[in-house]
């Protein structure tokens, strides 16, 4: 089976511009989560998204968003992107369906730098 | 909200040796799951081994392991054997049973193995 995939795995942006990433669950997955790993604040929960949709939010301003499809294939956008948002973000996904399952798979991450 | 704290940024462990990563966490909740992550340098994150709050028994896989202590909401991994391959960062999880819940992470064991 084919693990979590997000596209695009590096990205270079300036000041003021927005950025999509695209998340690919694993097959199956109907939850995926997002995250944003730095070194200073290490993991950092965004929002989930289940079933088209978002589930929970952590604490980040408006500029980020999310979405999710209809085949479990979820998008974050950031808009006005400041120098801080640079970051490696991760997806995750899980079953989510029983609490038994609830074990996230990740994927490779988005290493996007703010210029 | 809860809390996991990893109190170690890092730690290092000859090889063939056995080290120990602690990991702590506050919640009020009875029902939930705790998970070590490990994360490669430049590598996604994989999970290491999970562990049921309701299980008394701790959770063993291969040379990895875990000394769970649910009265001092204490979750230690212990990795036995250390193999070069084990250099990563470890993250220690937490995700309440109920779903809907987002996972909760602390801040990350940085390992090094020394030949």
């Known amino acids: 089976k084919a693990g979590v995939t997000q596209t695009p795995r590096y990205l270079i942006k300036t000041r003021g511009q927005q950025v999509t990433l695209s998340c690919s669950p694993i097959s199956g997955h109907r939850s995926v989560s997002w995250y944003q790993q730095t070194p200073g604040q290490g993991l950092q929960f965004l929002f989930e998204y289940f079933s088209e949709t978002q589930r929970n939010k952590g604490n980040f301003p408006g500029r980020f968003s999310g979405r999710q499809f209809s085949n479990s294939r979820s998008e974050m956008n950031v808009s006005t992107l400041e120098l801080g948002d640079s970051a490696l973000y991760l997806c995750?996904?899980?079953?989510?369906?029983?609490?038994?399952?609830?074990?996230?798979?990740f994927g490779p991450g988005t290493r996007l730098l703010v210029l | 909200a809860q809390t996991v704290t990893q109190s170690q940024p890092e730690m290092s462990v000859q090889e063939a040796e056995t080290v120990t990563l602690s990991c702590t966490y506050d919640t009020s909740e009875s029902d939930y799951y705790l998970f070590w992550y490990k994360q490669p340098p430049s590598r996604q994150m994989i999970l290491v081994i999970r562990?049921?709050?309701?299980?008394?028994q701790n959770a063993t896989e291969n040379r990895f392991s875990v000394n769970f202590q649910k009265a001092a909401k204490s979750f230690s991994l212990k990795i036995s054997d250390s193999q070069l391959g084990d250099a990563a960062m470890y993250f220690c999880?937490?995700?309440?049973?109920?779903?809907?819940?987002?996972?909760?992470f602390g801040t990350g064991t940085s390992l090094t193995v020394i030949p």
């Open positions: 562990q049921e709050a309701y299980k008394q």
């Open positions: 999880a937490y995700r309440s049973a109920y779903i809907g819940n987002q996972f909760y």
């Open positions: 995750a996904s899980s079953l989510a369906r029983l609490a038994g399952t609830e074990t996230q798979y």
